[in-house]
């Protein structure tokens, strides 16, 4: 994939914002658990009351804290209340929420921030527990050991009606402050400060009663805030997610157009040599099929490669803040996963490959045989064809089948695992709750980053699905990409001169294919005047269309160099070059569409009077005697005409062009004898002045040139008029013979 990287560039912008909404989802998604956990022990176990500072406390109980307090605490508590006593504008104005400032003077908190309550909670949370505890046991002496032990007496066999504050004013400082040091330690072994403070909850609680708040409107309103605030955050998440979503869809879209785009433009400047290192089925594959995996991988790449660390590191941060002692639940189910994955990918991993290896292979043999259909019928060949791609397509479905079987028990045993996870924290946390050492929300919440750390594992996993089959396709198109086009447009090209004569001259031409040990042609040497007509023969594989496709430059020379018009072809821009010349190759193309559309082809500003002329010429008549005419429908490869007529087609195209130059390639071979002499005497009669190559197999299509070229192995071993080389060249008398003893028959 580090290879098409480059294809985001433009989309950095897009990547950015997607990223920075993934944290923005993270936060919210781990932020969630958090509220819940706040719902469950503040709203429910607390009733509410979120801390051990009340907002207001009676004139009596901030007396009686002042027995566990020091004079520095006092006095810190002191700067944050102000008494409000009854019949003052100020109570009146309180009376609606605290109804007991009516009767007796109440302390109402006037710095609630959170600086505030921080610093004085720890001393009144403990203060607030003792008097609390006190209240309890002046109401029923049998508590006190339960609620107070370690005190050095029995407050139980205290008389009933003691008012048990004034017994411990009473007491020492030292002795109160040994009650209170004996109840810390007493919290410690089941919580810590933690517990203490949310045991000093319930006093504060008991204190709002006293006072005549109403503590379900408490309740309520603190659960409703915290609801509102986690619906908020949970809009928030949904928002994020739906637009990471469609950043991710136009980056992913963006990425697979500019793909196709540049890897379509690419092989349009392909010249033979990298079609024959690339077959026609594998460029298809990698054009569509290839790309199309880079794009489904790129989607979930933007959204979980970040989201899922994020999110996975986020909940174990989240988790131990929670409950530190339960951090190896985390871990062993990190490491069950990871061995999970390990063992997965070792094992598909190497399919990959195979698969797309595969489905090159089975394009190529319905590509076969939907283009030779025609010859698979003729020779009765279509069992063996259907049994040849039965046997491609279920080796196909055999490794598909292995990969997706596997990710198939995968899925289920991470599930096993999650499941499994859940199952211990809830029997870990069952016994910690009922130790008092951990919140029932705080395990519930650690249960839920639990949840979200195996999902962020099973989120990197369907990637991991995903990446390695989308690299194997990355690496197949960027090897395309990176194809190094070995013909090109010179850096300082040398135009045609305005004179311009088709004149064609070979100098000492070598050629050898690509990776080939040795050349197919041979210190080839000819001079060809303008308007001459020029005909080449030889046996099959003689060099015959590979020397007329270096004219074009499909191919660069090896050796030697070809000039047209006086000029190096390899100095002229590619597109001047290829303007002069019209080529007609030995298969005929024809593009689905209409007869005109083919023919404009070679000519989009053709009038209507030339595409006619151009079918005359090519003997292409029977476009006339279509009821459509020009509109006449072409299916894609032409197969709605016979061999003949596309030919004819596709000369026709050629003649459109109006070039000083041109190629007939082995065109004239699915015509009968009669429409090839009649197609050649009008190629003479209004093609003077242009210079002429064709390429046969037939004497009687070129014995009329003015040269006739005899290739052998290669190698240019004659050259004349057909008269001349019936006498001279015994090659060329003994397939003249031959053929026109069977044009005589004919």
């Not at 019949?87 to 309180?94: K, M």
């Not at 750390?453 to 990446?467: E, P, Q, T």
Request: aromatic share 8%.
């Amino acid at each position: 994939m580090l290879r098409i990287f480059k294809y985001l560039k433009p989309y950095l912008v897009l990547l950015v914002v997607a990223i920075a909404l993934l944290f923005v989802q993270a936060d919210a998604d781990l932020t969630l658990p958090d509220y819940m956990s706040d719902i469950v022990n503040v709203g429910i176990q607390q009733g509410g009351v979120a801390h051990a500072v009340p907002e207001a406390l009676r004139q009596s109980t901030m007396q009686h804290l002042a027995l566990f307090l020091t004079a520095e605490e006092q006095k810190a508590i002191l700067a944050h209340y102000r008494l409000v006593k009854p019949g003052t504008p100020e109570a009146q104005a309180a009376a609606a929420t605290y109804p007991l400032v009516t009767k007796e003077p109440l302390y109402l908190l006037t710095d609630d921030s959170p600086a505030t309550i921080a610093a004085l909670e720890p001393t009144m949370g403990k203060a607030m527990l003792l008097v609390f505890g006190l209240e309890r046991i002046a109401k029923n002496p049998e508590e006190a050991k339960r609620l107070m032990p370690g005190m050095g007496f029995d407050l139980s066999k205290i008389p009933p009606n003691t008012d048990l504050f004034k017994v411990m004013a009473m007491l020492p400082q030292s002795q109160r402050q040994q009650i209170a040091d004996a109840m810390t330690e007493r919290f410690a072994a089941i919580g810590g400060q933690k517990a203490l403070l949310q045991a000093a909850t319930r006093a504060v609680k008991a204190e709002y009663q006293a006072i005549g708040m109403d503590t379900a409107a408490i309740q309520n309103r603190y659960i409703l805030h915290k609801g509102l605030l986690m619906l908020l955050i949970a809009l928030i998440s949904a928002a994020a997610t739906i637009s990471v979503g469609y950043f991710a869809a136009r980056i992913a879209a963006g990425v697979g157009r500019d793909l196709r785009h540049d890897l379509f433009a690419r092989v349009m400047h392909f010249s033979g040599a990298e079609f024959d290192r690339f077959s026609t089925a594998s460029l298809i594959t990698r054009a569509t099929n290839d790309i199309t995996q880079i794009q489904n991988a790129t989607m979930p790449l933007v959204r979980l490669l970040f989201y899922a660390p994020i999110i996975g590191i986020g909940a174990v941060i989240h988790a131990l803040d929670k409950s530190p002692s339960m951090w190896w639940t985390l871990a062993l189910a990190v490491l069950l996963l990871l061995g999970v994955i390990s063992v997965v990918f070792t094992i598909v991993i190497p399919k990959f490959k195979r698969i797309q290896n595969l489905i090159d292979r089975l394009n190529l043999i319905l590509r076969e045989n939907l283009t030779g259909m025609m010859v698979v019928r003729a020779f009765n060949r279509q069992s063996v064809e259907s049994q040849r791609f039965e046997r491609a397509n279920r080796e196909l479905t055999r490794v598909s089948l292995f990969v997706n079987r596997v990710f198939v028990v995968m899925m289920p045993i991470m599930m096993l695992i999650l499941n499994g996870v859940v199952m211990l924290i809830l029997w870990i946390g069952a016994h910690k709750v009922a130790a008092a050492s951990i919140q029932v929300g705080d395990m519930m919440a650690f249960m839920q980053y639990a949840i979200q750390v195996v999902f962020a594992f099973l989120m990197l996993s369907m990637l991991f699905i995903l990446l390695p089959r989308a690299d194997v396709s990355a690496h197949r198109v960027a090897d395309v990409l990176e194809t190094e086009i070995t013909v090109l447009s010179p850096s300082q090209p040398q135009g045609f001169p305005e004179d311009f004569q088709p004149s064609v001259t070979f100098e000492h031409v070598g050629f050898r294919y690509p990776n080939a040990e040795e050349d197919v042609l041979h210190d080839i040497h000819f001079t060809i005047a303008p308007g001459q007509t020029i005909g080449i023969m030889g046996t099959t594989g003689s060099g015959k269309s590979t020397l007329v496709n270096l004219m074009p430059r499909f191919y660069d020379v090896t050796s030697g160099a070809i000039r047209i018009g006086g000029v190096d072809i390899r100095e002229v821009p590619l597109a001047d070059l290829r303007a002069k010349i019209g080529y007609v190759p030995q298969r005929s193309n024809l593009f689905a569409g209409t007869v005109e559309s083919n023919l404009r082809y070679a000519n989009p500003n053709a009038d209507e009077a030339a595409l006619r002329r151009a079918l005359q010429i090519a003997q292409a008549d029977f476009i006339f005697e279509h009821p459509d005419g020009l509109q006449a429908e072409v299916a894609q490869g032409g197969v709605n005409f016979s061999g003949g007529q596309r030919q004819r087609l596709t000369i026709a195209r050629a003649l459109v062009k109006d070039a000083p130059i041109y190629i007939f390639d082995e065109c004239f071979s699915a015509l009968d004898y009669q429409t090839d002499a009649r197609l050649r005497r009008a190629l003479r009669k209004h093609l003077q002045g242009r210079t002429m190559f064709i390429v046969s197999q037939r004497v009687a299509t070129i014995k009329d040139a003015d040269q006739i070229l005899v290739l052998d192995e290669g190698r240019l071993i004659c050259r004349g008029s057909h008269r001349e080389l019936m006498q001279r060249c015994e090659v060329y008398r003994e397939i003249a013979l031959s053929q026109l003893k069977q044009e005589a028959l004919a």
